[in-house]
């Protein structure tokens, strides 16, 4: 009886809480059917919806709305109702409209209701709840998994349905239905009129970095709101209000799941989509209702790195302070709405370890990169598109030695090194409104030799000028690591001697090694595709190629420069740097060995075989053993 007790009490307070939305929004002259067909969305049953609209008519003194056949929006409500109800009975829309068209119904009035009801279908469709999915016979759950966020478990659904070309992604959170976002939508506009937005400015949507007296005062508008629930969903309400004030709302859970690379909002219109690591591409069942929102979104985002997205500067390419890659266009630029596009990065990043787990590169290879970086050969990774290029630098980077000074060079911030290493990162910065203050990244390339770097990285060669200031720095007697849009070795050497980069051929020699990533276009897996070194006439030698069929990694020629260029620069000999690989390949088998998979416990390894070469050598032979 307590319990029941309690639940009527709850609902007595959601009531009130309804009825002060209602009131507040007839005070702001909000019509009485926007009213109803957003308090219908939220699941409010039509009975309850009239008792609310009559209930605030009378608390603030108003008169009953005009009669249908006066009022044009009770006369589309009328219209609504009724196609509705021909459309439940089976009829045909097509039939139905010509029939609407025939007794007087205008055009205008027809076809921008159809419309709406199409995409209230398709709505309606992405917000179906678990069991609905599960009786669906239509309906196949291919995974399910939970995740956190803040504490709480969030659950994720993929499924396909027969008749839809797309996965679907369907997020649960339990305790966030319709209506409890209503009341927290009610205690945002609250929170802003009662806090200094400055001080939520520092926590970056961190419920814990706030000042004690925010969290209480955030903590009392959520207790007075939501009575009956525990500390752990109320500490959950608040993350999640402060991520709808300063952060991106719902767009912040679906972050928070690890299995996801890249979230889509593509405008208001349509659901959210989100490519998996397993399944691909998804749509969601969740949605940004207004091109308003997503404005606000990319505005808050560029705010937060100190860029701006406006109709003069309609572009944003940015990184959250999490690492996270952000793009956000604005209409016009892309013609259907405002749009913006995360790629997440790995809260657990990619380090030889998986790499060779996942067989995307062999011990082999591994063995003879690391060789060649170790030795300051200077490489270039190239792929295509989501082939691994950069997960592959991040990777190859842990095998330079700890006590040498990096330096990277990126327009956006993708490089992560371990923290262990001497490590400057640089970032080049977009001009103001005015034109004035760009620095681009051949700036940073020219200001980088200055800075007495062991080795530059720089995240992505795209133009000729950063291709000839990256030649440079290898001819000044740097070690020089980069990215570069190819599908293999041979491409890439075609594309830097030819127009628009346009390179002559006789510096390309200096390069010494390419690295080429691989993306399988019928499985998807990602293996490392070629090596090549590059001969003294700037033509290549294929050193190993991937095999598809196999899947495999096959030798396919001997080394003729870089060989030779260990032996002259260090004065081994061949037969020393055999051993040398044979070492390498079993400390790699080690970290397989151990699954020791973290950037920071392989970069322990890495930091003692440079540092403490014996004992390590020692300590993996008893191993063996």
């Not at 003069?312 to 913006?340: E, F, Q, S, W, Y």
Request: with cysteine; net charge positive; proline share 4%.
């Amino acid at each position: 009886m307590e319990r029941v007790g309690s639940f009527e009490k709850e609902g007595r307070l959601v009531d009130k809480e309804l009825l002060s939305y209602v009131v507040e929004n007839l005070k702001n002259r909000a019509s009485e059917a926007y009213l109803a067909e957003q308090l219908r969305k939220t699941g409010i049953p039509p009975l309850k919806i009239r008792r609310l609209l009559r209930k605030a008519r009378k608390s603030l003194g108003k008169k009953p709305a005009a009669k249908l056949e006066e009022d044009p929006e009770a006369r589309q409500r009328q219209l609504k109702a009724y196609v509705e109800n021909q459309l439940s009975r089976g009829l045909d829309r097509d039939k139905l409209k010509e029939n609407l068209l025939r007794i007087g119904w205008s055009k205008d009035e027809v076809d921008p209701l159809f419309e709406e009801l199409a995409k209230e279908r398709e709505l309606r469709d992405i917000k179906r709840d678990e069991q609905e999915l599960r009786r669906d016979p239509n309906v196949h759950v291919k995974e399910q998994y939970t995740f956190r966020f803040h504490d709480m478990g969030v659950r994720a659904l993929i499924y396909s349905e027969r008749g839809k070309p797309t996965l679907n992604y369907h997020l649960i959170i339990p305790i966030v239905s319709e209506t409890t976002d209503l009341i927290l939508e009610r205690i945002r506009i609250k929170l802003i009129d009662q806090i200094n937005l400055g001080s939520l400015e520092l926590s970056q949507g961190d419920f814990e970095k706030l000042d004690r007296q925010v969290q209480q005062q955030i903590m009392r508008l959520i207790k007075e709101n939501f009575p009956h629930i525990g500390d752990v969903t109320q500490h959950f309400l608040a993350s999640f209000l402060i991520s709808k004030v300063l952060g991106m709302g719902i767009v912040e859970i679906v972050k928070a799941d690890d299995l996801l690379e890249e979230i889509v909002v593509n405008d208001s219109t349509e659901p959210i989509y989100v490519y998996h690591k397993k399944w691909g591409w998804c749509q969601t069942n969740l949605q940004i209702s207004t091109d308003d929102k997503i404005v606000h979104l990319s505005g808050m985002i560029g705010r937060k790195i100190g860029r701006e997205i406006s109709q003069l500067a309609p572009m944003l390419d940015a990184h959250l302070p999490g690492g996270d890659r952000v793009n956000a266009t604005l209409k016009p630029i892309t013609a259907n709405g405002p749009t913006i596009t995360i790629r997440k990065f790995a809260s657990d990043p990619w380090t030889i370890t998986k790499f060779l787990q996942t067989r995307t590169i062999t011990l082999e290879a591994a063995a003879f990169i690391w060789l060649a970086i170790q030795y300051e050969i200077s490489a270039m990774i190239v792929g295509g598109t989501a082939s691994g290029k950069t997960s592959c630098l991040n990777t190859l980077t842990t095998f330079i030695p700890p006590n040498q000074r990096v330096i990277s060079i990126e327009d956006t911030r993708e490089i992560r090194l371990p923290s262990y290493m001497h490590w400057v990162p640089m970032v080049s910065r977009a001009a103001n409104p005015e034109g004035k203050g760009a620095v681009e990244m051949e700036d940073l390339l020219v200001n980088s030799l200055r800075m007495r770097p062991d080795r530059i990285i720089v995240g992505e060669v795209r133009r000729r000028l950063q291709a000839e200031t990256l030649f440079e720095g290898i001819h000044t007697g740097h070690s020089v690591y980069s990215t570069f849009h190819a599908n293999d070795a041979e491409e890439a050497v075609i594309r830097l001697t030819n127009p628009p980069i346009g390179l002559p051929k006789n510096i390309l020699p200096a390069l010494s090694l390419i690295i080429a990533q691989f993306r399988n276009r019928r499985t998807g897996v990602r293996r490392t595709f070629q090596l090549a070194e590059i001969m003294k006439d700037g033509s290549l030698n294929i050193l190993m190629q991937y095999n598809p069929r196999t899947d495999q990694m096959e030798r396919v020629n001997e080394s003729k420069v870089i060989f030779n260029q260990l032996i002259t620069m260090t004065g081994m000999t061949r037969e020393q740097a055999d051993a040398d690989l044979q070492e390498k390949t079993a400390v790699l088998q080690y970290l397989v060995k151990n699954n020791l998979t973290t950037v920071e416990q392989v970069g322990r390894v890495m930091s003692e075989y440079y540092t403490d070469h014996d004992t390590l050598m020692r300590v993996l032979g008893r191993k063996a053993k």
